[in-house]
Nanobody, 118 residues
Framework: QVQLVESGGGLVQPGGSLRLSCAGS????????MGWFRQAPGKQRELVAI???????NYADSVKGRFTISRDNAKNTVYLQMNSLEPEDTGIYYC????????????WGQGTQVTVSS
């Protein structure tokens, strides 16, 4: 059974920081590209950041220079360090695992809420 479990969300003031974690089980973590997506109220889910199994990274323009994605394959965990948070970063953040070769094979976590507000 595949599970992706996010943690680290919460309420933070503008300009603050949070670190999200996503722990995976039931998959060979190292052969999956890992990503963070978010969904704000009334909006579609959007890509925030991805990291390939070769550690290449890509970010949404809105978070470049503020967010950093990283992974620890030994711990089956992917992280999202979020700095200089803005109210527009508010939403549910989801972890995604996508197979390196079989691109249609992907899994989602249940999401963790991030709220940026004063």
């Amino acid at each position: 059974q595949v599970q992706l479990v996010e943690s680290g969300g919460g309420l933070v003031q503008p300009g603050g920081s949070l670190r999200l974690s996503c722990a995976g089980s039931g998959i060979i973590f190292s052969i999956y590209d890992m990503g963070w997506f978010r969904q704000a109220p009334g909006k579609q889910r959007e890509l925030v950041a991805i990291i390939t199994n070769g550690d290449s990274t890509n970010y949404a323009d809105s978070v470049k220079g503020r967010f950093t994605i990283s992974r620890d394959n030994a711990k089956n965990t992917v992280y999202l360090q979020m700095n200089s948070l803005e109210p527009e970063d508010t939403g549910i953040y989801y972890c995604n695992a996508r197979h390196r070769f079989y691109r249609g094979l992907q899994y989602w976590g249940q999401g963790t809420q991030v709220t940026v507000s004063s």
